[in-house]
């Protein structure tokens, strides 16, 4: 079993960055591949990025393909995602996931585990 923890969600401009994190517990961290999804106010929840169990092959959804970088320490047991040129539509809560032994993919149902949510909020 894994817990996760994000942080680094906030308030920016427009133009702006922000670098997300999801630290996970236990010792096997490097056996999930991780996602990252975001959910805007009355909307569905939205898969972002994805990133297999080594870090070398990443995934993205087209709206912010260029823009973020998901990435991943296996030493720290966290994953990234640095986000750049931020627009108000990337307003959301992001929520990291994992899934063990798979594949990370668009569907919020082919993950085990869900982290809480940090709050990211793009000014215009």
């Known amino acids: 079993q894994v817990q996760l923890v994000e942080s680094g969600g906030g308030l920016v401009q427009a133009g702006g960055s922000l670098r997300l994190s999801c630290a996970a517990s236990g010792r096997t961290f490097s056996s999930y591949a991780m996602g990252w999804f975001r959910q805007a106010p009355g909307k569905e929840r939205e898969f972002v990025a994805a990133?297999?169990?080594?870090?070398?092959?990443?995934y993205y959804t087209d709206s912010v393909k260029d823009r973020f970088t998901a990435s991943r320490d296996n030493a720290k047991n966290t994953v990234y995602l640095q986000m750049n040129s931020l627009k108000p539509d990337d307003t959301a809560v992001y929520y990291c996931?994992?899934?063990?032994?798979?594949?990370?993919?668009?569907?919020?149902?082919?993950?085990?585990?869900w982290g809480q949510g940090t709050q990211v909020t793009v000014s215009s």
């Open positions: 990133i297999n169990w080594s870090g070398l092959n990443t």
């Open positions: 996931a994992a899934v063990y032994r798979g594949t990370a993919g668009e569907k919020s149902h082919e993950y085990d585990y």
